[in-house]
């Protein structure tokens, strides 16, 4: 699976946007990006994923770029309780039953 | 909610002594994960069993084993526990039916060796 590399922390003030880059520049063409969520200890949570379209759900948006190599992690409007980590993560998935690789993610403080 | 539970919630126990800690995953999931983390190794991947057989290994110790019995539920084993051993350890499972890619986690298991 691509390394990714993402920035230690981020601040948002809430209700704002937040945009949350990840870069991923040895990207394989059948690999997707996902991306997980750590709120304070609690189980992972799994927000979205996209090959090299882009991808809206009711938590978020994923913009990959046209070249695959980053990707930004949007939530368009930011509550307190979307402070958390936040992984991203690359791999090879034609099945979805593959193990997940965590890196050291995002942590994002949204603040009042 | 995710739908995985996790037993116990947490866990006290001594360095040399042996756990179990149990998950039950999603109804219908055939893949049930284990990841462990620790304040200093982050979230890493131990095991995976995909409908009682074991599909994937990472980083897990010798000392550390795991299972998936018929009903799908999952027991991973730790014994001759050691202080680093304490950490979070989260079950998750996942679907190999239709286009579900995501992997479900429970609350997780606090083990602290003491």
């Known amino acids: 699976d691509a390394k990714t590399t993402q920035p230690p922390s981020m601040d948002c003030a809430e209700g704002r946007a937040a945009n949350l880059p990840c870069n991923h520049s040895?990207?394989?063409?059948?690999?997707?990006v996902y991306w997980y969520r750590q709120i304070h200890s609690q189980g992972p949570q799994y927000i979205i994923h996209g090959l090299k379209n882009n991808e809206t759900n009711e938590m978020a948006s994923l913009i990959i770029t046209e070249d695959r190599k980053s990707s930004t992690l949007i939530l368009p409007h930011a509550t307190l309780r979307d402070t958390a980590v936040y992984y991203c993560?690359?791999?090879?998935?034609?099945?979805?039953?593959?193990?997940?690789?965590f890196g050291k993610g995002t942590r994002l403080s949204v603040i009042a | 909610d995710s739908g995985v539970t996790q037993t116990p919630k947490h866990l006290i126990t001594a360095t040399g002594q042996r756990v179990t800690l149990r998950c039950s995953p999603r109804s219908g999931d055939l893949s049930v994960y284990w990841y462990q983390q620790s304040l200093d190794q982050g979230l890493q991947f131990l095991i995976q069993?995909?409908?009682?057989?074991?599909?994937a290994k990472g980083n897990i110790l010798e000392r550390f084993s795991a299972q998936q019995f018929p009903d799908l539920h999952s027991e991973l084993n730790l014994s001759s526990l050691e202080l680093g051993d304490s950490a979070l350890y989260f079950c998750?499972?996942?679907?190999?039916?239709?286009?579900?890619?995501?992997?479900?986690f429970g609350p997780g298991t606090r083990l602290t060796v003491t």
């Open positions: 040895t990207i394989s063409g059948n690999e997707y």
């Open positions: 998750a499972s996942s679907s190999s039916a239709g286009n579900y890619r995501e992997q479900y």
């Open positions: 069993y995909y409908n009682g057989e074991e599909r």
């Open positions: 993560i690359v791999r090879v998935d034609y099945s979805g039953n593959t193990p997940l690789v």
